[in-house]
């Protein structure tokens, strides 16, 4: 199969999009399909709906290649060998729970125009059992074609390395066919030496959601040590730095603060707890409820902080709020503990004015009733307290002293620990940082 093979990608959101166009870049044939005329016009012209660094360069370049072409329409896969399901699995509107909807109706989209021995893959996070279910639903509907799970790894921010160069491939498979298909379409990848780990059907789903649930558990742990910290009069970057060094620990993902957020690890640990629940393994995840109350409590105890230096009432001030995504290089404000902190503030009835490099009309869009700057100066013009909540490499550039004569109180807050605290005191500030007794 190898070069020759054809492939579509389904649902062309952020993990398609870049899918189908480093699919494409390693030499495939590759068409894109959404039903959403917009994303699929604006992707066919080589323009990207979303903010993703270097993946709008080589969109374009795939697109002027000729191999990479977009369309809502369904019946552009008869032409492919191997089938991505990228579509998105959001959290449920009435529960915790996963919506599978997109999934089912994205598999039942295809299966007309399935040709003999193709291969459907999935790679959108699901809830454990829901590739056993689909491909028995799929012998019934498509007998010629087979599926298989092939969970991804990408972080918003280094999608395009994360595709091309995974640190493992994980594909969940049934038969010795679909792995050989998998190994044909990833070998330019393999020959770079990533790891390949085969695995069975409900062992590559929860590959996925165990990774997330780890790394959740591993900011919740340091979250908590802040909380401990402040409560003792310790420092918790000393501390994450000199746990560190122990490799069994590591030091990544260590950095306290405000928490995590976005469109995968919030919504994974909720829907993963709520399949352990439907499997009678409810106990065993019964500690990821507390790694989710840990992490929504840093959001309060920014805000107790707020209250603590300026008063009970918030309605007097002006609060200066630096970053609205859930992470830095990314316009995604999905679950963004930035966003929701800025949100509580202008609720408790204080006047909140939000600055981010890139995620301000997204921002926007989910509250309308916020204020935004453009600049950071701005934004921080007569403010009474400053929260830095996304750290933006452009904010530990800023100069402190030339920050303190736009403000009005020079109290900052750093909520992700990234800031200079020296450098800010020696400019006159007030520095509060999470997890670190001033
Ligand atoms: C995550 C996983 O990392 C990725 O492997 C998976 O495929 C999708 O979900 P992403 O959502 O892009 O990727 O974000 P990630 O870099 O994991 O950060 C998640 C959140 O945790 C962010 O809000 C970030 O600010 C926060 N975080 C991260 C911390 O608060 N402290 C840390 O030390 C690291």
Known sequence: MAMNANLSVIGCGYLGATHAACMSSLGFTVVGVDTD???????????????????????AQEIKSGRLTFTTDFSAVAESDVHFVCVGTPQSKDGLAADLTYVK?????????????????GKSTVPVGTAQSLRK???????????????EFLREGFAVEDTLTPNRLVVGVANDRAEEILKDVYAPIIALGTPWIRADLPTAELVKVAANSFLATKISFINA??????????????????????????????????????????????????????????????????????????????????????????????????????????????????????????????????HD??????????????????TVTECVKGADLILHLTEWSEYRA??????????????????????????WRRAGWKFHALGRTD
């Open 105 to 121: 109706s994205a598999v039942a989209a295809i299966a007309p125009y399935l040709k003999d021995g193709s291969l459907v893959v």
């Open 357 to 374: 490099p890139k995620g301000i009309e997204p921002a926007r869009k989910r509250f309308p009733n916020l204020n935004f700057a453009e």
């Open 225 to 354: 040590m802040a909380e401990v910290c402040e409560a003792a009069g310790g420092d918790v970057t000393v501390l994450a730095n000199a746990i560190g060094y122990d490799p069994r620990i590591g030091s990544r993902f260590l950095q306290a603060g405000i928490g995590f957020g976005g469109g995968c690890l919030p919504k994974d640990i909720r829907a993963f707890m709520a399949r352990a629940e439907e499997l009678g393994a409810k106990q065993a995840l019964e500690f990821l409820r507390e790694i989710d109350a840990i992490n929504l409590r840093a959001r309060q105890r920014v805000i107790d902080v707020v209250r603590s230096d300026l008063s009970e009432n918030l309605t007097p001030y002006k609060l200066a709020v630096l970053g609205a995504t859930f992470k830095p290089d990314s316009d995604d404000v999905r679950d963004s503990p930035a966003l929701d902190i800025a949100a509580q503030l202008h609720a408790a009835g204080a006047h909140v004015v939000v």
């Open 137 to 151: 639903q799929l012998a019934e509907s498509a007998p010629q074609a087979d599926l298989a799970w092939n969970p």
């Open 398 to 423: 800023l100069d402190p002293s030339e920050l303190g004569h736009l403000v009005k109180n020079k109290i900052i807050i750093d909520g992700r620990n990234a800031l200079d605290r020296e450098l």
């Open 37 to 59: 005329p917009e994303k699929v016009a604006m992707l066919s012209r080589g323009e990207l709906p979303f903010y993703e660094p270097g993946l709008d360069t080589l969109l």
